[in-house]
C-alpha cells in the first residue's frame, strides 16, 4: 500500500496540472527541489512533456533515476543535481 505522503503529493501534483494547458511531448517541465521524485514520477506519469528534475542532495536523484527506470520514464527524466543551491536558467542565474 503506498504510504500516505505519496497520495496527497500525487493528488496535490495532479491538481495542479489540471490549470495547466495541455503538456506535449516539446513541453519542459522543471521541478525544483525534486527530492527522491514522487512528483516528478506523477508528472511523467500524467504528461507527455520532458521533465528536468533539479535537487542539491545526490542521493536524492539517485533515487529518482532508480524510480524512473523501475517505470520506464528514464528518457523523459533528466536529473541535475546543484551543490551550491543555485539554479541557472539559459546561462543565467535565478
Do not use: W
Not at 44 to 58: G, S, V, W
Not at 65 to 76: G, H, S, V
Amino acid at each position: 500500500m503506498p504510504n500516505v505522503t505519496f497520495l496527497v503529493c500525487h493528488k496535490q501534483t495532479l491538481k495542479a496540472l489540471s490549470y495547466v494547458p495541455e503538456l506535449n511531448e516539446t513541453s519542459t517541465i522543471l521541478d525544483i527541489g525534486c527530492g527522491t521524485g514522487a512528483q516528478t514520477i506523477t508528472l511523467a506519469k500524467n504528461t507527455k512533456a520532458q521533465i528536468t528534475a533539479i535537487d542539491m542532495l545526490t542521493q536524492f536523484l539517485e533515487k529518482l533515476m532508480q524510480k524512473a527506470r523501475e517505470n520506464n520514464l528514464q528518457d523523459r527524466i533528466t536529473a541535475k543535481g546543484n551543490d551550491d543551491g543555485s539554479v541557472k536558467l539559459c546561462g543565467k542565474l535565478v
